[in-house]
């Protein structure tokens, strides 16, 4: 179970992707519905890799190569079907979408036709700035150290959106410190 300071959305969806040039490559979700105020519990995830031949930059970053996505992918099509049909299959529109670089994200999908209904959003890298008063050191990485959780690997998107859990989980708690919002 999850405690969020302050949260009431029925549900909030936390994701990430993975693109190279703008062509969504690794999609991962991770759908939390609300059990009482503030808590909350795991309802789906979802981590889906797309069928596409990558660029050498791409996959010196993220460890994804062609071959694995051509032996383990689907197709765009399929992603999204996965995404709209089983991961948020019944879901209501009172959804909280949460990530880190929450506007590339929801970009990238739109860009390969997925759009995310959704109620309210919370981008953990700008609610970062405000809540800890910096404009440095705003990365995932470190916002999870900030949190005491230790990354093994970067820049997977199922990984990371667990991270982000995490950074929300913390920022949450601090933004109900002292009056910060």
């Known amino acids: 179970m999850f405690n969020f300071n302050n949260e009431s959305h029925e549900y909030i969806l936390v994701l990430d992707t993975e693109f190279d040039q703008q062509e969504l490559i690794q999609f991962a979700g991770i759908l939390l519905r609300r059990v009482s105020d503030g808590s909350y519990v795991i309802y789906r995830s979802l981590n889906v890799y797309i069928q596409k031949?990558?660029?050498?930059?791409?996959?010196?970053?993220t460890q994804i190569t062609s071959s694995f996505l051509e032996q383990y992918g689907v197709?765009?099509?399929?992603?999204?079907?996965?995404?709209?049909?089983?991961?948020?299959?019944?879901v209501n529109g009172d959804v909280l979408l949460v990530s880190h670089g929450l506007h590339s994200d929801l970009s990238v999908l739109e860009r390969n036709g997925i759009i995310l209904r959704h109620a309210a959003?919370?981008?953990?890298?700008e609610k970062a700035k405000h809540i800890l008063g910096r404009l440095t050191r705003l990365s995932l990485d470190d916002l999870a150290r900030d949190a005491s959780i230790y990354p093994a690997i970067e820049h997977n998107a199922y990984l990371d959106a667990w991270l982000t859990v995490g950074v929300y989980s913390y920022l949450k708690d601090l933004e109900g410190k002292d009056g910060i919002c």
């Open 75 to 90: 197709t765009l099509e399929d992603a999204k079907w996965q995404i709209n049909d089983c991961l948020l299959k019944d």
């Open 121 to 125: 959003e919370f981008c953990t890298f």
């Open 53 to 61: 031949p990558v660029t050498a930059i791409f996959t010196r970053y």
